[in-house]
C-alpha cells in the first residue's frame, strides 16, 4: 500500500464513472473514486484556473473526514491553510471578540490546484472547457454518473421530475469580493446608512488576502443604487461604505456580481444511476460557512459508500440516507442565520454585547453553554449585562417582574390539555391535582393550566376544563391552593379559550380533531368554515347577540379565576379556536364590522380582551397567545402578527404568548428545534414587549441562550415536562445553581442530587 493511501473494499468490478462539474466537490468525488480503482472522467465548462469566489473555509471535522480518506490531500490542504479562532464582531464603532471558534481557510483556486494535482496522480481524465453530453447519455454509457454541477445544476433541471427540487430565493442581495490582505479573525460589521443596514462578513484566506461578503436587504440595495453598479464600481462602493474596516485599502472583484442566494431542496438525490452531489443536492447560506465544505463532505460519504455496497442502487441510497439528515440539520441552521441577517436591523438597537451574543448564536448551532467553554470572560461580561445576580446565577434563574407579579426564574410549563375532566363535565379533578401539583413543585416559575373553556359549549372535549360553573370554580380553588402551599413562589397561570370551530370532538388518543360520533354539541365559528373540510362540523358563523354573550362568558370566567387565586391570566387567541378564527383571513370571512381587514378581525378579540381586563385584579398581569403564522398562504403574515401583538399590547397585554400554526388544517408547518422563536422575537425586536417563547424548547442551554441574546423573555416548556416534571430543578442541579429561583421542596431536598451510575 502506498504513502498516502488507506485500504478500501473495491465492488466486485471497477466502475465507469462520469463526473459532471469540476469544483471542489466533483474534483474530490473524482479523486476519491479514483483511489478505489475505478475509471473516472470529469466534465467541467470552465478552463482550470476558473473560479468565482476567493476563500474556503473547511471545518475541523471535514478535515478529520479527508485525512482518513486520503493523507495526500489532507496533507497539501494543510500546507496551504490559515488558521484562527476570534470572531470579531464591530456595532455601532465598538469592536467585540469572542475567542475559541477554530477556522482554517484556504484560496478556492488554490484547493482546485491541489485537487488537479490529486486527480491527475490517479489518473482522472479531466476535460476543461467542455460542456457534458447530456444526463441521459452519460446514463446510458456509464455506470455512476456524479452530478456535481452547482446550485444552477442543469442535471437537477433536466431530471426536475424525479429530483424534486425546491429553490426558495432570499430576501437579500451579495457579492463576493476580495481585500489584499489578511483581517486578522472572521469580522462581522454593520454599516448603518441613510438607505438602511449593510453588513459585512470577511475572513483570511492567505497571509495576504481575504474574502470579504458584502450583504443588504433588496430594498436597501436598490435604494442605494447599487442595482445600477457595474462590477468595478461595486466593488469600489463598497470599499467606501466599509471604509474604515478596510482601512481605505481597496477591494477587487473576480467576475462578481450581486446575487440573493438560493436554498436548494430536493425530496430525492438520485435517479437510477445519476446522482446528485453538493450545490446541486442542497444549498447552506454561507453565514454558517461553506458549501465546499457541504460538497466535500457529501464526497467523502459517497465513496464511502460505493466501498461499501455491493452495487450502485444500493450505494446511492446509502448515500443518502447517510448525508441527508446531516445536510437537513445544516440547512435548518442555514435558514436561521440568513433570516438573522436578513432581520438585522430589527437588532442593531440592542447593547452592544448583547448583538454580539444574537449574532454568534444566531444559527442555534452555537449556544450560552458552548459559547461559555470557547470564551468564558466574553459570556460572562453577556451575563451581567443581562442582569444575572452573580456569576453562579445562570439567565434562566433571573427574575421577571410582570405588573405585580415577580417569577424567580424564566421558565414557564406550558398550557397542554389533558382531556382528562371528570365525567365530561368541564370539573378539574384529582388528575388535575397531581398533574399541576407536580409541575408546581418542579421548580418553573409559571405553571399554566390547560385551555379552561368559558362555556360548555366552548370545549374542545368531553375531557376539557371549565370555568363556568361555581362547582368548577372550587375544584380551581382547590388546585391554586396546593401550589400556593405545597410549592411557595411558584405562580400558578389560568388560559382561557373558547373552542371555536375545533369542538364537539374527541380525546386526543382516539382521534385527535376527530368529531365525537354521539353527543356532539353545535360549534361556532367567525365564519362557516369548517376545520377540516368534509370532516369537522361546519359552525355555525356568530351573530351579533353570539359576540356579546361570548364577552360576557369571558368576563365571567375571569371573575371566577380571580377568585380561584390564579396570579395570571392568559387569553387563547391561537391555534385556530374561536378568536384565532377571528384573527386569520383563511378562517374570517365575515363582510361586517369583524372582518375584512385585520383592524376589523381584531376587533372582537380585542372586545374580549378588554372585558376580561376590566375584571380582572390590577395588579395581576395578562398575557395573550397568539399564532403568528398560519403556515399556511394567504394567512396571518409577520407583519400582521407584530401589528396583532401590538394591538393587544396597547390594551394591555402584560406580555405575548408567541405560538404558531392550528389554525388550518393544509398546514405547513417548518419543524425543527425551537421553529417558533423566530416569530418571538420578531415581535420582541419591534415593539420593545415582553415575549413568551414556545415551540421545541428542549434544553436549557436554549433557554439560556434565547433569553441572553434577546429573543424570549420567558421560554414556555411543554412536552419536556411531561417526560420529567422536575426539569426546571433538574436543569438548576446540572448547572450547579442552588440559589433562590430554583429552591428544592422541604420534602425533596435528599433527592437534590443526581444519584451517582453504575460504573464501567
Not at 335 to 349: H, L, N, P, Q, T
Amino acid at each position: 500500500m502506498s504513502a498516502g493511501t488507506m485500504p478500501v473494499d473495491s465492488p466486485r468490478r471497477p466502475l465507469r464513472v462520469a463526473v459532471v462539474g469540476g469544483g471542489p466537490g466533483g474534483l474530490y468525488a473524482a479523486a476519491l473514486l479514483a483511489r478505489q480503482g475505478h475509471a473516472v472522467e470529469v466534465w467541467e465548462r470552465g478552463a482550470p484556473e476558473d473560479t468565482f469566489g476567493f476563500g474556503v473555509v473547511l471545518s475541523d471535522e471535514t478535515l478529520g473526514g479527508i485525512e482518513r480518506a486520503d493523507t495526500t490531500v489532507y496533507a497539501a490542504l494543510g500546507a496551504e491553510f490559515v488558521r484562527w479562532d476570534d470572531i470579531d464582531i464591530v456595532h455601532r464603532g465598538r469592536l467585540l471578540t469572542s475567542g475559541g471558534h477554530g477556522f482554517a481557510a484556504l484560496g478556492r483556486r488554490r484547493l482546485l490546484e491541489i485537487l488537479h494535482e490529486r486527480c491527475a496522480a490517479l489518473a482522472v481524465s479531466l476535460r476543461f472547457r467542455a460542456e457534458a453530453p447530456p444526463t441521459a447519455v452519460l446514463a446510458a454509457s456509464y455506470d455512476l454518473v456524479v452530478a456535481a454541477d452547482g446550485v444552477h445544476s442543469t442535471t437537477r433541471q433536466s431530471g426536475a421530475a424525479h429530483f424534486g427540487p425546491t429553490l426558495t430565493s432570499g430576501r437579500c442581495r451579495y457579492i463576493w469580493l476580495a481585500a489584499d490582505f489578511a483581517f486578522d479573525a472572521f469580522r462581522f460589521e454593520i454599516a448603518e446608512t441613510e438607505h438602511g443596514v449593510m453588513q459585512l462578513h470577511a475572513y483570511p484566506y492567505s497571509a495576504d488576502a481575504s474574502t470579504v461578503i458584502v450583504e443588504m436587504r433588496e430594498e436597501v440595495w436598490r435604494a442605494a443604487g447599487l442595482d445600477l453598479c457595474d462590477e468595478a464600481e461595486s466593488a469600489a462602493r463598497c470599499a467606501k461604505i466599509f471604509g474604515e474596516a478596510l482601512s481605505g485599502r481597496p477591494l477587487r472583484s473576480n467576475r462578481s456580481a450581486w446575487t440573493q442566494f438560493r436554498t436548494v431542496v430536493n425530496e430525492r438525490w438520485s435517479h437510477g444511476n445519476v446522482v446528485l452531489l453538493g450545490d446541486a443536492a442542497h444549498t447552506a447560506h454561507f453565514s454558517i460557512g461553506s458549501g465546499t465544505k457541504l460538497a466535500v463532505e457529501d464526497a467523502l460519504a459517497l465513496a464511502e459508500s460505493v466501498a461499501a455496497q455491493p452495487d450502485v442502487p444500493s450505494a446511492l441510497a446509502a448515500y443518502e440516507a447517510a448525508r441527508r439528515p446531516a445536510v437537513a440539520s445544516t440547512q435548518r441552521a442555514a435558514a436561521a442565520s440568513m433570516r438573522w441577517f436578513e432581520e438585522i436591523a430589527g437588532y442593531v438597537d440592542q447593547p452592544a454585547r448583547q448583538f454580539a451574543f444574537n449574532l454568534l448564536t444566531r444559527s442555534r448551532r452555537v449556544t450560552h453553554d458552548n459559547l461559555r467553554l470557547r470564551d468564558e470572560r466574553f459570556t460572562r461580561a453577556v451575563e451581567r449585562d443581562f442582569g444575572c445576580p452573580d456569576e453562579n446565577t445562570p439567565p434562566m434563574f433571573t427574575p421577571l417582574k410582570l405588573r405585580g407579579l415577580t417569577l424567580r426564574n424564566r421558565v414557564v410549563v406550558s398550557p397542554m390539555d389533558m382531556y382528562s375532566a371528570r365525567d365530561g363535565d368541564g370539573m378539574p379533578g384529582d388528575f388535575h391535582l397531581v398533574h399541576l401539583g407536580a409541575r408546581a413543585l418542579g421548580g418553573a416559575a409559571l405553571v399554566m393550566t390547560e385551555m379552561v373553556c368559558v362555556s360548555a359549549e366552548g370545549r374542545i372535549t368531553p375531557g376539557c376544563t371549565g370555568l363556568y360553573t361555581a362547582e368548577q370554580a372550587a375544584a380551581w380553588t382547590r388546585i391554586a391552593d396546593f401550589v400556593h402551599t405545597g410549592a411557595p413562589g411558584t405562580a400558578l397561570g389560568v388560559q382561557l379559550g373558547h373552542s371555536g370551530p375545533k369542538g364537539s370532538t374527541r380525546l386526543m388518543w382516539e382521534g385527535m380533531d376527530d368529531p365525537l360520533p354521539e353527543d356532539n354539541w353545535p360549534v361556532v365559528a367567525a365564519s362557516e368554515l369548517p376545520y377540516r373540510p368534509g370532516v369537522s362540523a361546519v359552525p355555525r358563523a356568530l351573530t351579533a347577540q353570539d359576540l356579546a354573550s361570548i364577552r360576557s362568558d369571558f368576563a365571567a370566567a375571569a371573575v371566577r379565576a380571580a377568585g380561584c387565586g390564579f396570579d395570571l391570566l392568559e387569553l387563547h387567541c391561537a391555534h385556530g379556536y374561536l378568536l384565532s378564527g377571528f384573527l386569520s383571513p383563511l378562517t374570517n370571512h365575515r363582510s361586517d364590522a369583524y372582518g375584512g381587514p385585520l383592524e376589523n378581525r381584531l376587533r372582537f378579540p380585542l372586545e374580549v380582551f378588554d372585558a376580561v381586563r376590566a375584571v380582572w385584579p390590577d395588579d395581576r398581569p395578562m398575557t395573550v397567545r397568539i399564532s403568528a403564522t398560519d403556515w399556511a398562504p394567504g394567512g396571518t403574515s409577520a407583519q400582521d402578527a407584530v401589528d396583532i401583538a401590538a394591538a393587544f399590547a396597547a390594551h394591555g397585554a402584560d406580555a405575548i404568548d408567541v405560538s404558531t400554526g392550528q389554525v388550518v388544517a393544509d398546514e405547513t408547518p417548518e419543524y425543527g428545534r425551537s421553529y417558533q422563536t423566530p416569530y418571538a422575537d420578531r415581535i420582541r425586536s419591534a415593539l420593545g414587549v415582553p415575549v413568551i417563547a414556545v415551540g421545541a424548547i428542549s434544553s436549557w442551554d436554549d433557554v439560556n441562550s434565547l433569553l441572553l441574546a434577546g429573543r424570549a423573555d420567558l421560554c414556555a416548556v411543554g412536552r419536556p415536562h411531561l417526560y420529567d416534571p422536575h426539569w426546571t430543578l433538574h436543569a438548576a442541579a446540572d448547572q450547579s445553581y442552588t440559589g433562590p429561583a430554583a429552591p428544592w421542596p422541604a420534602p425533596y431536598r435528599a433527592g437534590s442530587r443526581k444519584p451517582p451510575t453504575g460504573r464501567g
